[in-house]
């Protein structure tokens, strides 16, 4: 995996389709804090789209990019009833010109980048993403161990 994002410069430009049926290029949501999220599947950013309405609140946006296909992203949003905007990066290009696609495994690595308003990131956060717990519940970082004296 290799990318072109530094933090404190401006996120390269890309158009990808969208869930709303049409083509989006992100400098065309400049004004706007923006978090681009990350992830293989449009089915585990869902949860981002309980804090969309509190975020646009504020002066930003979130914009999932999935390795979905576009018509995928269509369909799931009327069916679940989900505002948040979704882009389709279905060969993976613009998810490794950030540094997240793995042309080995053809997958996207979940992360976020935060952008300002002029398009400048600010914050990039790139991983795996912990599994829940079979309660549902966020797991929990491991307990440290004391140190220990020789």
């Known amino acids: 995996m290799s990318g072109l994002v530094t933090i404190g410069e401006r996120?390269?430009?890309?158009?990808?389709?969208?869930s709303t049926g049409k083509?989006?290029?992100l400098s065309s949501l400049r004004g706007d804090w923006v978090i681009l999220a990350f992830s293989e599947r449009r089915r585990?950013?869902?949860?981002?789209?309980?804090?969309?309405?509190e975020?646009?609140?504020?002066?930003?946006?979130?914009?999932?990019?999935?390795?979905?296909k576009q018509q995928?992203?269509?369909?799931?949003?009327?069916?679940?009833k989900v505002s948040m905007l979704f882009l389709?990066?279905?060969?993976?290009?613009?998810?490794?010109?950030?540094g997240l696609f793995?042309?080995?495994?053809?997958?996207?690595?979940?992360?976020?980048?935060?952008?300002?308003?002029?398009g400048v990131v600010r914050l990039a956060v790139i991983g795996r993403r912990a599994a829940a717990r079979s309660d549902g519940s966020?797991?929990?970082?491991?307990?440290r161990k004391p140190h220990e004296s020789k």
């Open 23 to 25: 083509s989006v290029k």
């Open 138 to 143: 966020a797991p929990r970082p491991p307990a």
């Open 55 to 68: 975020l646009e609140h504020l002066g930003g946006r979130i914009v999932g990019v999935v390795h979905d």
């Open 88 to 98: 389709s990066d279905a060969t993976g290009e613009v998810s490794a010109l950030y």
């Open 72 to 80: 995928t992203t269509m369909s799931a949003a009327a069916r679940d």
């Open 44 to 53: 585990s950013l869902l949860s981002l789209n309980d804090v969309k309405d």
């Open 102 to 118: 793995s042309w080995a495994r053809r997958e996207i690595t979940p992360g976020f980048f935060v952008l300002d308003r002029d």
């Open 11 to 18: 996120a390269p430009d890309f158009e990808l389709d969208a």
